[in-house]
């Protein structure tokens, strides 16, 4: 089983970037996916998820300007982030989970600095 985010990097206040994540070893489009953040020192925080069904949810924090979405037939899932603001800096990884499994992938840093 792997999952492996990829896309990170720094980005001025405002900007933009897509993160993606890319699974393997498992039945794709049976889980839910989602993204999590955390800073040093802070909780992992859950920010984006879609069900298998596609249906979405979001944290307050990013609604509105970060969408996820899935690809099962490449067994991909992407985060697009707009409006990117310093208090976005984080490490950011991707989930996957169903009833009696959960996977990680490694985590990608994105930093939000002018």
């Known amino acids: 089983v792997q999952l492996q985010a990829s896309g990170g990097g720094l980005v001025q206040p405002g900007g933009s970037l897509r993160l993606s994540c890319s699974a393997s070893?498992?039945?794709?489009?049976?889980?839910?996916l989602g993204w999590f953040r955390q800073v040093p020192g802070k909780e992992r925080e859950g920010i984006a998820c879609?069900?298998?069904?596609?249906?979405?949810n979001y944290a307050d924090s990013v609604k509105g300007r970060f969408t996820i979405s899935r690809d099962n037939a490449k067994s991909m899932v992407y985060l697009q982030m707009n409006s990117l603001r310093p208090e976005d800096t984080a490490v950011y990884f991707c989930?996957?989970?169903?009833?009696?499994?959960?996977?990680w992938g490694q985590g990608t840093l994105v930093t939000v600095s002018s």
């Open positions: 989930n996957a989970r169903t009833v009696g499994n959960e996977f």
């Open positions: 070893g498992f039945t794709f489009e049976d889980y839910a």
């Open positions: 879609i069900n298998n069904s596609g249906g979405t």
